[in-house]
């Protein structure tokens, strides 16, 4: 029979490219979401590109105790991949409670719920946040954490904490936790079809969505926060990941939990490509795939952003025989592809 993963904010950008994965990797998968932040059209496209109609959907908020907890009696779970979670670092700024109680009580539920009905297998997506300005780069998963920049960046943080103390006291307890951690580089793109993609609530604070928008029209221009950093055009760097590859990479992560393929009760891998990318040389490649010029000017630096951050994404390459294989050109395509199908279809 096939195993069963829960997909906790999956109807959500990755949460959706990974049920993708999972049930064309031959998985039974089960989606729950609170709709909080995106609408029921990304559930509908993974219906429409996995080609079925019977993937069991909750609508239910993690950080309540009894949903969770009746949805692990109406399915045996396996593993579970948790997104749900706020992920808005400013808004984490302004409003700490709010992300403290989400991400780390949904993910404790979680965690608790899993224990409760015997142990599994729990796959945390964490974010390359948690490196904060590394002085060393490219970063390993053994290069030290720092201090997060941003609440959300802390709840990041704890949960790897959280997850790692839980998979140690359970492994001599009758209901077994194992843990990975992803820690996510700058995920981007859209799936090929263009049915699925990123769908931001108001004005972007991600690079990628704020270009596609600006040169759909959307917006005026683009701002480049920061020329004057010592990087060879002065703007940042980054690790910039195709959300199937990023996808890709959980399916791994579950067959090796699965497979009895883990070293260590709780493993943490980085997935990223390895290749450092400017924000001004991304602006120019997307122009490139796009044949569109686009409007943008170069600002004074945004709060908290890192100079450079970028994967050594080998322990992924090596452990979990996975490696990102699609281009930034690629990626940038399918997400312009998706800008416009949604502009098409809001029309
Ligand atoms: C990338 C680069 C900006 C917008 C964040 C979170 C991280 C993760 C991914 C999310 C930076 C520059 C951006 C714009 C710009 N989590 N930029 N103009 O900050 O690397 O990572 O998103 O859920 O935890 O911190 O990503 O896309 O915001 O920025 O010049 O309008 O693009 O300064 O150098 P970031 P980003």
Known sequence: MAKKVLVSGGAGYIGSHVTVELIAAGYDVVVADNMSNCDISGFEGVKKITGREDIPFYEIDCC???????????????????????????????????????NLVSFLNILEVAKKHGGCNVLFSSSATVYGESKVLPVTEQTPRMPAMSPYGNTKTMCEDILRDVVYATSTQDAVIKGIALRYFNPIGAHPSALIGELPRGVPNNLVPYITQTAIGKRECLSIFGNDYPTEDGTCLRDFIDVTDLAKAHVAAVA?????????????????????????????????????????????????????????????????GWKAERTVEETLASAWAWEKYLAEKNK
Do not use: C, Q
């Not at 309540?64 to 749900?84: C, N, Q």
């Not at 699965?258 to 390895?274: A, H, L, P, R, S």
């Open 64 to 102: 309540d105790f009894a949903s969770v907890d009746k949805l692990f009696t109406e399915h045996k779970i396996d593993a579970v991949i948790h997104f749900a979670a706020f992920k808005a670092v400013g808004e984490s700024v302004s409003e700490p409670i709010k992300y403290y109680y989400n």
């Open 256 to 320: 090796r939990m699965f497979g009895g393929k883990m070293k260590k009760g709780y493993e943490i891998f980085n997935v990223g490509t390895g290749r450092p990318v400017s924000v001004y040389e991304l602006v120019t490649k997307f122009e490139k795939v796009s044949g569109v010029k686009l409007n943008y000017k170069f600002v004074p630096r945004r709060e908290g952003d890192v100079m450079a951050l970028w994967a050594d994404p080998t322990f992924a390459n090596e452990e979990l």
